[in-house]
């Protein structure tokens, strides 16, 4: 079984926005836009401020998340190269309300808020893409929240893994802190170290710092299968 059909339904990387829409458009929209590198672990947006526009990310990788009340981040979604961000906010003409931050260095490229609003005004094409990918969007999320988290911690756990490593394109190594992989999934770090101590254990993976190098496909498929 390839990896893509055992993690279909959590591979949360909805179609890309512009490929319905003409080169002219697509052309059009990037001559308004300039790009913005960020630090590790700086805030690209908070919650409370109204976005500038769409985020892209062009380089490295963000994280989208909010804090709960004792402190902890809940990361929603971990974005890494073409994807973006901001787009709800502004469709809703409302603030942020969750926090964008460089889990690397990044460069985020920035399509101003006026000329989204005034594409998603006036160009029934562009309007079209918007409500699709939100729709999608809005599945993966539902998915992830309701579906994803019912699930053993071990098979979660497998399924960021798999997930991340094909929507990110990162040839099989994950280099993202022990935190913000727990923050993700929905467990204590204390809980995820144990569960890549049994992976490792089983020949599935290499542990070495940060780096989590997946070595088996097909164990770690199996773990999602038959789960």
């Known amino acids: 079984m390839e990896v893509a059909a055992a993690i279909d339904k959590f591979y949360n990387k909805a179609s890309p ?28 947006v908070n919650d409370f401020e109204y976005p500038a526009g769409m985020y892209i990310v062009r380089k490295g990788f963000v994280k989208i ?29 409302e603030r942020f309300g969750i926090f964008a931050t460089a889990i690397t260095d990044c460069e985020i490229e920035v399509i101003p808020k006026d000329i ?12 079209h893409a918007m409500v699709l ?19 053993p911690l071990l098979e979660r756990i497998v399924i960021t893994l ?3 490593d094909k929507k990110l394109d990162l040839n099989g190594t994950l280099a993202f802190s022990r935190e913000d992989l727990a923050n993700y999934i ?4 204390e809980s995820l170290v144990r569960q890549l101590k049994i992976l490792k254990t ?18 770690l498929i199996k773990i999602v299968s038959e789960a």
Do not use: C
Not at 65 to 89: A, C, H, Q, R
Not at 133 to 151: V, W
Not at 186 to 189: D, E, H, K, R
């Open 116 to 127: 989204i609003k005034n594409e998603m005004e006036n160009s029934s094409e562009f309007n």
């Open 65 to 93: 998340y909010s804090v709960n009340p004792s402190g902890t981040e809940d990361i929603v979604f971990i974005l890494g190269k073409g994807l973006f961000f901001g787009v709800t906010p502004i469709f809703n003409n």
């Open 133 to 151: 990918h939100l729709a999608q969007m809005t599945k993966m999320l539902k998915i992830k929240l309701l579906d994803f988290a019912r699930k």
């Open 186 to 189: 929905g467990t204590a770090v």
């Open 202 to 219: 089983n020949n599935l993976i290499i542990v070495k710092g940060r780096k989590i190098t997946l070595i088996d496909y097909k164990g």
């Open 162 to 164: 798999l997930s991340l």
């Open 17 to 44: 926005l512009w490929e319905p829409l003409s080169k002219e458009f697509v052309d059009n929209i990037f001559t308004h836009t300039s790009i913005q590198p960020y630090k590790k672990n700086t805030t690209i």
